[in-house]
């Protein structure tokens, strides 16, 4: 079973007017099957603790810990984060043009797997997921996010969760610029994915859209760089009804 760890979280960013802390003392645990949703305002750190996971350089670590199965996330490279099983769906993915998105994703598992899979294999394992998420097959010929719409970068990203098989998948803002129906591809091959692989998953979201796709079992309420309050399923409905105004003087809290 993976369990990624992380403890008092503190993270900055700099800025024009230099360093300015984002995230303020996190505390989190996510398992093998467990679903996990840190929901909260526009600018309440959801996104900075998904960039600092995964390892971008502009987010700074001052102080905490971040392990998974026990290994240091802190110390490894962002090559070695994926390959120790941790996968990130970005909120707006970047373009990588010359580069098609087979090459990509057979670069991609190559590197994961430490091994390139046999190309007859690999074009049928492809092509079933891309089935899955209702992608075109021409899909696999165009330039990484090149000229996609909202809907096909987010089925890019979780075609390659798929295809990884990550331990843990952060996603943030996945239903970001989806349609109802989009939305509903999206999350049935999240589903999918946790329910083959047994991925532990963890939804940054603002609204409760998502969470009506992929039911989460812990919800977590950030607020200014910490989790305020925790609970289940709940927590969520509670949110739909009286808005983040309602946590607002609940005191910092851990798990």
């Known amino acids: 079973m993976a369990e990624l760890v992380i403890r008092d979280l503190h993270v900055s960013v700099e800025g024009d007017e230099g360093a300015r802390e984002i995230l303020r003392g996190v505390n989190l645990t996510i398992r093998s099957g467990e679903i996990h949703a840190i929901m909260g305002p526009n600018g309440s750190g959801k996104s900075t603790l998904a960039y600092s996971i995964a390892g971008h350089p502009r ?27 941790l996968f990130l769906a970005m909120q707006y993915p970047v373009e990588v043009p010359g580069v098609t998105v087979s090459n990509f994703l057979r670069t991609a598992a190559t590197a994961i797997r430490g091994e390139a899979p046999k190309l007859r294999t690999w074009m049928s394992e492809m092509k079933e997921s891309m089935e899955t998420l209702q992608v075109d097959q021409s899909f696999a010929s165009r330039n990484v996010n090149e000229g996609f719409s909202g809907g096909e970068r987010k ?52 609204t409760t859209r998502l969470l009506k796709q992929i039911p989460a079992q812990f919800v977590h309420v950030f607020g200014d ?20 105004e309602a946590f607002a003087a609940v005191p910092a809290a851990g798990e």
Do not use: C, F, W
């Open 59 to 85: 987010y700074v670590i001052t102080s905490g810990t971040v392990t998974l199965d026990g290994a240091d996330v802190l110390a490894m490279s962002v090559d070695e984060r994926a390959r120790a099983g």
């Open 155 to 206: 089925r890019h990203e979780i075609l390659q969760m798929e295809l990884l098989k990550p331990k843990i998948a952060v996603l943030d803002e996945t239903d970001s610029g989806l349609d109802i129906d989009a939305l509903k591809v999206v999350a049935a091959g999240v589903n999918r994915v946790h329910d083959k692989e047994d991925t532990g998953l963890l939804l940054i979201t603002h």
């Open 225 to 244: 760089g910490v989790i305020v309050t925790s609970g289940g399923p709940e927590l969520a409905e509670q949110i739909d009804a009286e808005g983040y």
